[in-house]
C-alpha cells in the first residue's frame, strides 16, 4: 500500500479535445474514474483544467478570432461549461468538486497567497476535488501566469503536493518536437534543467494549446524546487493516471530536489515577480550556495530595476545566472549606496542601522 499523497495533475487542452476542436466527454469520464480510484486509495487529488477556451469556442457555433479579448471572451463562456461537465461527470462517482480561478495577482501577494492555500487546504480536507484553471476572462498581460503548465507548478506548491502530472498528447519531452522530427527519442529521466535542455522544448503544436513543451519544463523546474515530483505523460487512453503513479507509464520523470522546509520560502519559490535584480561576486555566490550564509553588502556589485526595503529580489552573477532570490533589507539606492562596504561602514553611510544583511538567509531561497 503506496503512501497517501496529494497529485496536481494538470490536464491539457490537447488531452481534453484528443486533437479535436470540441471536448472529448469519454475520455474526461475516464480522467475522472481514475481519479475516484487514486481517491479510494487515500490520495488527494487537485485538477488544473484548461479546456475553458476550447469549450467556448464549441460553445459560441460562430466564427471568431484568436486575439487575447477572443480568447477571453471564450474563456468567460467556457469555463462554466466546463466546471459543469467536470461538476457532473464527478457526481457520478460521489464526489463534489470545487472551482478556484486563479490568477498571478492572487499568488505574488503573500495574504492573497495564503488565502488561495487556505480554501485549497479545506477542499482537500472535505474530501471535495478542487478543479483549478486560470481566471482567463479577467487576467490581462500583467496579471496573468499565462498557461496552465506554469499554473500547475504553482498549484502544487500551493497545495503541498507530491507529485504533479503534466498530462499532454505527448509521451513526454523528447530530444526534439516529435511532430516535426520522427527521429525524436523520449527523455525518460531529466536530473538537472540547463539550457541545452531548455533548448529542446518548443512551443505547442496545435491552435488551443498555450505553451508547449517550453513551459512544461518551466513549471517542472519551478515544481521540484519546492520538493514535487514531476512527470510529463500522454494523456490519452486508459489508465494514464494509475499508471504515473505505479511508474509504469512512459514518460519523462523530473527528479525532485530538496525543498526548503518554511513556508514563507516556498511561497518565493512559487515566484512573484521580482523587482529588481542585485549583482554579486564569486565570494557571496559561494558564500550562499556552500555556507546557507546571508547575502551581506560586501558581496554585492551593483544593482538594477527598481525596489523598496521588503521587495522580492533576484540576485545574479555578473554573467546573469541567477543564482537565488529573497526579500531585500534596503531600498534600491541605499544597496547602491552599501555596495562592496563591510557590514561595520553600513549605519554610518545610510545614518541609520537596518542590520548588515542585505538579504537575510531566512528570507532567501536558492536557484
Ligand atoms: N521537445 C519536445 N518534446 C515533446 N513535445 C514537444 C517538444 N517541443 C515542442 N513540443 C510540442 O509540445 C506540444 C504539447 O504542448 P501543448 O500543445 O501546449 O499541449 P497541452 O495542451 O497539453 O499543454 C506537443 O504536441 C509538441 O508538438
Ligand atoms: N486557461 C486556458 C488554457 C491555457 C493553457 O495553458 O492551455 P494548455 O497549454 O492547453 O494547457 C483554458 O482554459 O482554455
Known amino acids: 500500500m503506496q503512501r497517501a499523497q496529494v497529485i496536481v495533475v494538470k490536464l491539457g487542452t490537447s488531452v481534453l479535445t484528443g486533437g479535436t476542436d470540441k471536448l472529448d466527454k469519454a475520455h474526461m469520464v475516464e480522467l475522472v474514474r481514475q481519479c475516484y480510484e487514486l481517491k479510494k486509495q487515500g490520495h488527494q487529488v487537485v485538477l488544473v483544467s484548461s479546456g475553458a477556451v476550447a469549450a467556448g469556442r464549441e460553445q459560441l457555433l460562430k466564427p471568431c478570432g484568436r486575439s487575447l479579448i477572443d480568447k477571453q471572451m471564450l474563456a468567460a463562456i467556457g469555463q462554466g461549461q466546463l466546471i459543469h461537465i467536470w461538476q457532473s461527470l464527478f457526481a457520478l462517482y460521489g464526489v463534489n468538486v470545487g472551482q478556484m480561478l486563479l490568477t498571478r495577482a492572487d499568488l505574488d501577494d503573500r495574504e492573497r497567497y495564503l488565502n488561495a492555500r487556505d480554501t485549497l487546504t479545506a477542499l482537500l480536507s472535505y474530501d471535495v476535488v478542487p478543479i483549478i484553471n486560470e481566471n482567463d476572462a479577467v487576467a490581462t498581460a500583467e496579471i496573468k501566469v499565462g498557461d496552465n503548465d506554469n499554473l500547475s ?44 535542455l531548455r533548448q529542446l522544448a518548443g512551443g505547442s503544436g496545435t491552435s488551443l494549446g498555450t505553451g508547449g513543451m517550453a513551459t512544461k519544463l518551466q513549471a517542472a523546474d519551478i515544481a521540484r524546487r519546492a520538493g514535487v515530483e514531476v512527470i510529463i505523460a500522454k494523456g490519452a487512453g486508459k489508465n494514464v493516471i ?6 509504469q507509464l512512459p514518460g519523462t520523470r523530473f527528479v525532485k530536489l530538496t525543498a526548503p522546509r518554511d513556508g514563507r520560502k516556498k511561497w518565493l519559490l512559487a515566484g512573484p515577480k521580482s523587482s529588481g535584480q542585485i549583482v554579486i561576486d564569486d565570494g557571496a555566490v559561494n558564500a550562499l550556495q556552500q555556507q546557507g550564509a546571508s547575502l551581506l553588502a560586501k558581496g554585492v556589485r551593483g544593482v538594477r530595476g527598481q525596489f523598496e ?38 549605519a554610518k553611510l545610510l545614518a541609520f542601522d537596518c542590520g548588515s544583511e542585505v538579504i537575510h538567509r531566512d528570507d532567501l531561497v536558492l536557484f
Not at 494509475?242 to 511508474?247: A, P, V, Y
Not at 533576484?314 to 537565488?324: E, R
Open 153 to 196: 507548478a504553482l498549484v502544487a506548491i500551493l497545495a503541498n503536493a507530491d507529485k504533479l502530472l503534466l498530462l499532454t498528447d505527448q509521451e513526454g519531452l523528447f530530444t526534439s518536437d516529435p511532430r516535426t522530427d520522427v527521429n525524436a527519442q523520449l527523455i525518460d529521466e531529466v536530473a538537472h534543467i540547463d539550457d541545452e
Open 242 to 247: 494509475l499508471n504515473c503513479m505505479s511508474e
Open 309 to 346: 526595503r521588503g521587495d522580492l529580489i533576484d540576485l545574479v552573477t555578473s554573467d546573469q545566472q541567477l543564482v537565488a532570490r529573497g526579500l531585500v533589507r534596503f531600498s534600491k539606492a541605499e544597496t547602491d549606496t552599501i555596495k562592496g562596504c563591510h557590514s561595520s561602514e553600513i
